[in-house]
């Protein structure tokens, strides 16, 4: 996705692509694009040294109404024709500063990631961390939902649902059921006509291709109705993050003119496979691999440490790598997410695992089981990778790898496994206790880790909190 371009390259790209209009996106606190578009007359160069004003009191997570005037600085190495606007739209992904001091904003998630890495290159350690994260998504054919004072429900269907496998079609979609609907946890790799997605990822990579995104692989994933994935080609920290937003807006928009919908919510679908983002990632200097050496699997001392501070900080990490109240339904120990606090090579039921697919050192890395694609990409890769960078400062042991089927373990053998938080709530406190790692160098300032916390707690933990759940009153209600 990013090219090295000057701000007059791009405005001669738009002029080619017969850009009418510029859309600038940039991205909250919690992790979605938010956007304005204005006529291409309105980006001069000097708009990309000097931005463009709005306010900022309404973005989730921001500065509140008394010092709101913000400047969006754009990036020209995101420029991009976007392909679902039906004005021929150059787009951008920007930057914010503070209009007065024209400091970058403490709470801007891309300016998070870049202390990240200007951190990771101050320290020597290595100049570069790759990123390759795996986000799983469902694709419905309709959803509903509502809270009221006196209401509270949800409703999600998709014609590959095995709960429809008895459904009269005809009635409800003019066409008779023929019966192709995925099992319950059998939707691994099926072929057409099961598969009824196949023509619409594709359509997805396509379109991702032509955008600069590499893809490896997209396949249909575990769940029924209609759960996926698209895999892309591993990048750089911050531009995999760009990319993965680039990446959600694509699907989603994809998913949209075809008449259906896309939602990366860990848990959607009760009782099966819920949605999870592995996040592949390596160290690499001077462009030589880090990771790969004479150690476990392969791996390198540095890649150890590494790995021992991604396991000590797991639970404060998963306020940013599994941020929802959602995140924890599917975080539930027994089940398919990798609650358990563990490393090991080849197996899946480990929090880590070191991939071993090729004996290329090139290919030597590691894959971080536990977040979901609900995340915010910047922060949650950053708190990653500031962990790992803790381990291998403080040359921290991860301990002896786990080979062993660990859903399989006895209670006493796992007392000995730490396992990841039960609830955000739980993620928000360790993150109060274990932050100072992901302060050093200025990276996460205390008011971004403050704010982040004090978002969370009142906006969805006690917002879940507050409210009967449906549930309940099958529970309670002739209590």
């Known amino acids: 996705m990013h090219k090295k371009r000057s701000p007059k390259e791009v405005l001669e790209m738009a002029s080619r692509g017969g850009a009418q209009l510029v859309d600038l996106k940039f991205t909250d606190f919690p992790g979605v694009w938010q956007h304005i578009t204005v006529p291409l007359h309105e980006l001069p160069e000097a708009a990309f040294e000097e931005g463009r004003g709005f306010d900022g009191s309404s973005i989730r997570g921001w500065q509140a109404i008394n010092a709101s005037d913000m400047l969006m600085i754009p990036d020209p190495s995101t420029a991009f024709i976007d392909p679902f606007c039906q004005h021929p739209t150059l787009s951008l992904v920007c930057d914010i500063v503070d209009p007065i001091t024209r400091e970058p904003y403490s709470r ?11 951190y990771m290159k101050l320290t020597g350690m290595a100049d570069t961390c790759y990123f390759g994260p795996e986000a799983e998504f469902f694709i419905f054919d309709e959803v509903r939902y509502d809270t009221t004072q006196n209401s509270g429900y949800y409703f999600i269907d998709s014609v590959e649902g095995k709960w429809n496998s008895g459904r009269d079609e005809r009635a409800a979609l003019g066409t008779a059921n023929l019966g192709n609907k995925p099992r319950y946890k059998g939707g691994y790799f ?9 023509n619409l990822r594709s359509e997805m990579v396509s379109i991702m291709e032509k955008l600069g995104i590499i893809v490896e692989a997209q396949h249909h994933e575990v769940a029924t109705a209609g759960q996926a994935e698209i895999d892309m080609r591993f990048a750089p920290l911050l531009e995999m993050a760009d990319q993965l937003l680039l990446y959600k807006y694509v699907i989603k928009n ?4 075809a008449g259906k919908v896309v939602t990366f919510m860990p848990k959607p679908v009760f009782g099966d496979n819920g949605s999870g983002m592995h996040c592949h990632q390596s160290l690499w200097k001077d462009g030589k691999p880090l990771f790969a050496g004479n150690e476990y699997a392969g791996v390198s001392q540095m890649c150890l440490y590494y790995i ?3 396991l000590k900080h797991a639970k404060a990490i998963a306020a940013f790598s599994n941020p929802t109240t959602n995140s924890y339904k599917r975080l539930v120990p027994g089940f398919e997410a990798p609650v358990n606090l563990a490393y090991s090579s080849r197996n899946r039921s480990a929090s880590i695992r070191i991939p071993m697919y090729s004996p290329s050192p090139k290919a030597k890395r590691i894959e ?9 990409p910047y922060l949650a890769f950053a708190a990653m990778l500031m962990a790992g960078l803790d381990g291998i400062e403080n040359k921290i042991d991860p301990g ?6 660990i859903y399989s373990l006895s209670s006493d053998e796992l007392s000995n496994v730490p396992t990841m938080p039960a609830s955000l709530d739980e993620a928000l406190t360790h993150l109060e206790n274990d932050s100072e790692f992901l302060m050093k160098g200025d990276v996460f300032t ?14 969805e933990h006690r917002a879940m909190a507050i409210r009967p759940h449906p549930h309940e009153f099958e529970l309670y209600f002739d209590c």
């Open 190 to 198: 099926p072929v057409p006509p099961v598969d009824t997605q196949q």
């Open 108 to 118: 801007d998630p891309r300016l998070i990631a870049r202390k990240a890495i200007k």
């Open 400 to 405: 002896v790898p786990l080979d062993k089927d």
């Open 368 to 376: 971080v089981r536990f977040p979901d694609p609900s995340c915010n």
């Open 446 to 459: 205390e008011d971004a880790v403050r704010t982040w916390i004090d978002y969370k707690r009142e906006n």
């Open 308 to 310: 021992g501070g991604v």
């Open 254 to 257: 994809v998913a949209y003119r």
